[in-house]
């Protein structure tokens, strides 16, 4: 029992000497903020750098915007083409599934190009 009480003093003593007695008292520290606002800021996203586009970004815009613009012409002619035949009863079944095919095709280019040229993989 004499052994176990000089070792609690021993252990104490290391304790003092390396500095754990010194600790700064928790009164002295300000009290953290609990301001809500302050909470949320580290949930907002940092803003991302605005890049300014380049050339070839800027053509590619111009290629893709010339592509969706024949494609939404096509698309209201078929529409069209489709309207005349099915209420109007007019033979233009030939001129409507040549522009469907068209529309299709354009569709599927565009899709193409606008994910080759501006989808990051």
């Given at each position: 029992?004499?052994?176990?009480?000089?070792?609690?003093?021993?252990?104490?003593?290391?304790?003092?000497?390396?500095?754990?007695?010194?600790?700064?008292?928790?009164?002295?520290?300000?009290?953290?903020?609990?301001?809500?606002?302050?909470?949320?800021?580290?949930?907002?996203?940092?803003?991302?750098?605005?890049?300014?586009?380049?050339?070839?970004?800027?053509?590619?815009?111009?290629?893709?915007?010339?592509?969706?613009?024949?494609?939404?012409?096509?698309?209201?002619?078929?529409?069209?083409?489709?309207?005349?035949?099915?209420?109007?009863?007019?033979?233009?079944?030939?001129?409507?599934?040549?522009?469907?095919?068209?529309?299709?095709?354009?569709?599927?280019?565009h899709v193409i190009v606008g994910l080759v040229w501006f989808r990051p993989f």
């Open positions: 029992m004499n052994l176990l009480r000089v070792l609690r003093l021993l252990v104490a003593g290391a304790l003092l000497a390396l500095g754990a007695g010194h600790a700064p008292a928790l009164a002295a520290e300000p009290p953290p903020e609990n301001d809500g606002a302050h909470v949320l800021q580290s949930f907002q996203p940092a803003a991302p750098a605005v890049v300014a586009p380049d050339s070839t970004d800027l053509s590619r815009r111009w290629v893709m915007f010339g592509l969706g613009l024949p494609l939404l012409l096509l698309l209201l002619i078929t529409a069209a083409l489709g309207v005349a035949m099915g209420v109007y009863g007019k033979q233009v079944f030939l001129a409507h599934m040549i522009c469907a095919g068209l529309t299709v095709t354009l569709a599927v280019v």
